[in-house]
């Protein structure tokens, strides 16, 4: 029982990592229908950032993840502006390929500027290096910043969605861009607001799995990229609540599988029970079912 | 009418022969070196991998994102039946028992996930993909996990590579051309207006996969023959995106596009072989300026009527509609 307990603790630290990222695909398959494949690498530039922020500029935690998750705004603006914006009207595999693209020139350009090597990043210091003991369950202080920092993104993120006039907005745009155009919306700044808040998310992601893993390399965006995803999809896509469920769903598994089965398998089973989700239910798991009208 | 057949049989016969001859004698004058065999053989797996993913994605506009899970059991199978049987027929009967094994996959993935649809349907096949990959990883005591299988009989050559790629050009073509591959085709244009034409959807959406799958299946075979070596990393999520980026940039629904940009592709990674630090710089670069400025693919989805590949379906009509 206590293991299980420390298994689910430990897979909540996982799984509001992959929410963050999972809320940045969720939201831009919303409002534009992309699988924005370079979002991975803006969580993984974010992630750099902190380290740089950390270490370089010797920041401490709390600036530098608001440094990384600024500078993640401005690169996730800028990739929608140069890459993007100019596909509005393409099919949407061609804005696949772009975003396939830009995934891999973020990639290798951080490779070339920053070395292929994993570097090990800056230890924490004081009342965040600690842990207690809760009924046998080990708590880690830097699972608690995890958490607390995520759930103090997601509503502020639901705030934005539900309560201001651009929040209103993004909705509008994600129901029917048309329709939100004619009203007076303005649809290719709405797009970039997403943009921002998706890739600041991503960002923060990326500095906290910093902290998590210890470790970063230019590649360390690929898989949990494509599990963020799979959380997005699982949970029903362009649904914010459903890419917070899905975040935790997926990361609680991997935890349970790695802790109780073969972590070799961990990949596998998530991979399988999404496939079986889709099945049962095609739309995701908070997906409706439209019908499909001529 | 018959004539018109025959000619256009004719042309094409001679043109693959021609083909044939020109590489076989470029070979045999040592123009192309083993060095330049290799990427040789490169072109011919990626040809036959996009010609069929093409079938797949660009003409029954199905969305898959697995194909490379189709091409690591095709890769896994050839190699451990010529690791038994180190012979030329081993070697045929492995390149088939992997095709068939892709497809026997193919068709038991396709008849589930094929009910879904758009990006659904990728993130199906990719966590398919992914499950395979990640089977054959833990499958220690036949294909040796992680380390992979080493020293896999080389069987694959210019006359062997040509007549798979050849192959599988014809048959997808005319595959197309058949009623069958009218059907596909409708139900990329409009699933709803074929379900009501009477087309039965479903069945033409798993035999195109069906059939894609098969002749990943055979690249992988061949893939396994000419290096000699595979193991399931090769076989990951990043395979499957150079195959689908193969397609896209060749056109969708374009068998000569898919033809053209595997060898574009495999020149222009050659030439920057020597820029080894810059180079995914450079063709990441080349990936998004193209697809900026030419959505819609080298070829559209219209063909090329190269002398070498004569004319293979008129003009389908630019397709507007998403895929």
Not at chain 1, 201 to 224: C, D, E, F, H, K
Not at chain 2, 166 to 188: D, E, M, P
């Amino acid at each position: 029982m206590e293991q299980l307990l420390q298994q689910i603790i430990n897979g909540i630290s996982l799984g509001s990592i992959y929410a963050l990222i999972a809320l940045g695909y969720t939201m831009v398959y919303g409002i534009i229908k992309l699988i924005n494949f370079a979002h991975s690498d803006v969580y993984m530039l974010g992630a750099f950032i902190g380290y740089f922020s950390m270490t370089t500029l010797k920041l401490g935690f709390l600036p530098s993840l608001l440094l990384s998750m600024l500078f993640s705004m401005i690169l996730g603006v800028v990739i929608e502006k140069v890459a993007y914006k100019p596909l509005r009207n393409a099919t949407r595999i061609a804005v696949l390929i772009t975003a396939i693209g830009v995934s891999l020139f973020l990639e290798y350009v951080t490779m070339a500027i920053a070395g292929a090597n994993v570097r090990s990043y800056p230890p924490l210091t004081g009342i965040l290096t600690e842990s207690f003991n809760l009924m046998g369950i080990t708590i880690t202080m830097q699972q608690i910043l995890i958490v607390t920092i995520t759930v103090v993104l997601m509503i502020l993120l639901q705030f934005i969605v539900k309560k201001t006039r651009i929040g209103k907005a993004m909705r509008a745009v994600s129901l029917d861009s048309d329709a939100a155009e004619l009203m007076g919306i303005n649809v290719n700044s709405t797009i970039s607001f997403t943009f921002a808040l998706g890739s600041a998310l991503a960002g923060a992601a990326g500095i906290l799995v910093g902290i998590y893993y210890n470790s970063i390399n230019p590649l360390m965006g690929t898989l949990p990229g494509i599990k963020a995803f799979v959380a997005a999809v699982f949970g029903g896509i362009g649904i914010i609540p459903g890419a917070m469920i899905g975040g935790y769903f997926i990361g609680i598994v991997e935890v349970l599988v790695s802790g109780y089965g073969n972590s070799m398998y961990r990949d596998g089973v998530v991979f399988a029970i999404l496939i079986l989700v889709l099945i049962i239910k095609p739309s995701g798991l908070l997906g409706k079912n439209t019908r499909e009208k001529v | 009418m018959k004539k018109l057949i025959e000619t256009n049989w004719i042309r094409k016969l001679i043109s693959l022969i021609l083909t044939f001859g020109i590489i076989q004698l470029l070979i045999s004058l040592d123009i192309i070196n083993s060095y330049l065999q290799t990427t040789l053989a490169t072109i011919c797996i990626n040809i036959i991998l996009a010609v069929s993913l093409n079938l797949i994605t660009g003409f029954t506009g199905q969305f898959s994102l697995g194909h490379a899970g189709f091409m690591s059991i095709g890769a896994y199978t050839c190699a451990l039946i010529t690791l038994r049987v180190p012979s030329v027929l081993g070697f045929i009967i492995g390149v088939f028992a992997g095709a068939i094994m892709a497809a026997i996959v193919g068709f038991l993935v396709g008849l589930p996930t094929l009910r879904l649809r758009g990006d659904y349907l990728a993130i199906a096949t990719l966590g398919m993909a992914e499950i395979i990959r990640i089977i054959f990883l833990n499958l220690d005591s036949i294909t040796n996990g992680a380390a992979g299988l080493q020293d896999i009989p080389h069987f694959t050559n210019w006359p062997w590579l040509f007549v798979f790629t050849a192959g599988t050009i014809l048959i997808i073509s005319n595959f197309i051309k058949s009623s069958h591959g009218r059907a596909c085709i409708s139900i990329r244009e409009d699933e709803i207006a074929a379900d009501a034409m009477g087309i039965n959807s479903t069945k033409y959406k798993v035999m195109a996969f069906t059939i894609g799958a098969f002749f990943a299946g055979i690249a992988g075979a061949l893939y396994a023959s000419t290096f000699n070596f595979i193991d399931p990393k090769i076989f990951s999520f990043s395979k499957s995106i150079d195959i689908l980026v193969i397609v896209v940039l060749g056109g969708l629904g374009s068998i000569s596009g898919s033809v053209i940009a595997a060898i574009l592709l495999a020149i222009i990674t050659t030439y920057l072989q020597s820029f080894a630090n810059v180079q995914m710089i450079i063709y990441s670069l080349l990936l998004i300026i193209i697809m900026i400025f030419r959505p819609q693919g080298l070829m559209g989805s219209k063909e090329l009527s190269l002398s070498m590949f004569s004319k293979i379906g008129e003009g389908f009509k630019p397709k507007k509609r998403r895929v």
